[in-house]
């Protein structure tokens, strides 16, 4: 596919999705290349936000696949549809249709239900595939997958084999909960994503909330990356930032200080030890956000 | 492009990366996509060949090193090669050697630490030859760039002996390492956990006996019409491993016993709970902090070793730890002193555990020899494997991860690692 630089930092902004060159040049190469693109990093860094952006930019279905412990080909792929299929053989008991017409008719694409994978690969236009979180799936399953992913074709026996005719471009997300094969990682254009910084924050906060006060983003952007080099058990993601700027916003804070911050924290810290161990510190973490006197834009 | 493309990817090699042919097809397409731009050109380059972001380090510093002179757009090839110190006028009377021929001695085929003077010098000469050179191409910048490029150069050495010494250090049997050798050992546990997390990722076996799967047993059912012709199971989840390892750290054994801790501390995220003990005559608990071991109590180490009374303090007093999902995994010699080898109660342990696997840093010719009891507690442990090195250890801790009794029945002679 012929994309330009340009077109992907347009829909990276219409999509309001701040980001640097790194992931610009990679989506490019996603594109271009049309080889999957595995993004591994902290949860909640934006990684299944890509694959949405994608499917904005190209304004294509977005078909997704939830990885988890023991997915397995019928819940990825296709599956009869067992019922139907059921019930039509009792429908036709008293019509005295011969098996082979019966047999040819229940196993047609009607009787089918097509999973994720088969959606991707069936669909008339290009689609874009998310398969989020690889690294909970089985290691077979990450096998089966390195043979989808590199033919984009699957047979069913009884009614032949499905091929992409438009590759579908494939984003996988890992959270490397396990380690993923080098066969899978030899196959993926690579892609880390770390939280983002003070100042990309600031970026993000004010391009989802433009109602939010220069200063107040600043300040709330530093105080979330000081949560960040905490030792936390979870460390608050960008879509948890947005939803406690939100906050703020609702409440009418104009100023960051403790009494505010008790109010909101359940937004951004969801575990009772980092909760004391935040309140803790907040003093500190305060002075490092500071309350910024109105500078404005 | 290609031959500064395919040259640097050598670096990257060298430097421990691997990149199959796959990748640098991709390498080549990625750079044509994004073009020469500095900045597009590190991130379609890294996009393409670094796949795990551990890696990257590696790769930023090679990529400073190899398309530092050249500004943006690598140089033509000739000129590509000038990261090496041969840039200017140097470069240019250099243009009829081959490829391969360079500035320095090639640390491989460099015998060893013995060595080091020769180290020392080849930076130096390097600096002396290209400096002046150097200095008319590139102006200011040009005394760091130097003596960044010299630091670079003696760094530089160092990737290139550690691939060639990382099968060597591999394969080299625990009793004879030297401390260097050691400290190697240490460097490469990084890699060899990572290896075994994929492994131990590997776990889950399809059984042929198991849950009925339901979903599955309709489907196979419908191909025979409707009748249930076939019982389709599901694999029993796999049961998680609890380890308890019992390492011997006397002086005869004691490298492989840390490195063992070393490489279980790293993976201890495999099994459901790890709890490790040292031992030479009576048991300690021990962990690991920031990579060094740490022992509960201490540890008589000038004592000598006795099983016998280990495997009785073990029963008595972590009686608790004892269960049937227990994986316990023993290292030592077994060379008893001639004190009782007890066996009967590493018998009782068997019982009461999963599976007892012993592992033997000794050679095998060794085993019947001398003070040994291994013979008395290989009739009992579910296993006996020899452990003489690195990729043995590597192998076997594969195995307890599997959590599995042996498949070839309970003798223990006919298991061991590689014989």
Redesign the interface.
Known sequence: MKVS?EFIAEGLRQARYVTN??VE??L??AL??E?PL?I?GPAGAGKTEIAKVLSAMLGSELVRLQCYEGLDE?RALY??N?QK??LR?QADEAGGLHWEEL?EHIFSAEYLLQRPLLKAIAAPRRVVLLIDEIDKA???FEAFMLEVLSDFQVSIPELGTVRATQRPIVVLTSNRA??L??AL????????IDFPGVEQERRILESKLPELDRAMAEAAARFVNALRKLELTKQPSIAETLDWARALLELEIRELDAPALRATLGLLVKHESDRTLVESKSAALLARAPRSPSRNP | MREPLLEFIGHLRAAGLRVSVAESLDAAAAVAAAGLEREHLREALAATLVKDQADRPVFEREFERFFRASGGAPRPPRSGRSWQGMSGGHGVGSGNQPPSSRPIVDPRRQPGPGSVREHDQAPGQEKNRSGPARDDAHGENSAQAARERSMGEREGMQPGARIAGTREVLLKPFSSYTDLEYERAVDLLAVLRRRLRVRLGRRRRKARRGQVDFRRTIRAAMQSGGAMLDLRMRARRPRRVDLLILADISGSVRYASTLMLALVAGVEESFRRVRAFVFIDRLAEAGFERGHLTMQSALDLYARSDFGRVLAELITRWHRLLTPATVVVILGDGRNNRRPARSDLLAEIRRLTRAVIWLNPEARERWATGDSAIGNYARVADALIECRNLRDLEVALGRVGDGMRPQHGLAPKAISGRG
């Open positions: 630089r060159e790194r040049t990679a490019l190469l271009t290349l080889k595995l591994e019928a599956e009869w067992y299929q059921l053989l047999s089985d290691e077979e396990r380690e094969s080098d990682r030899r196959r993926c254009l690579y892609l880390y």
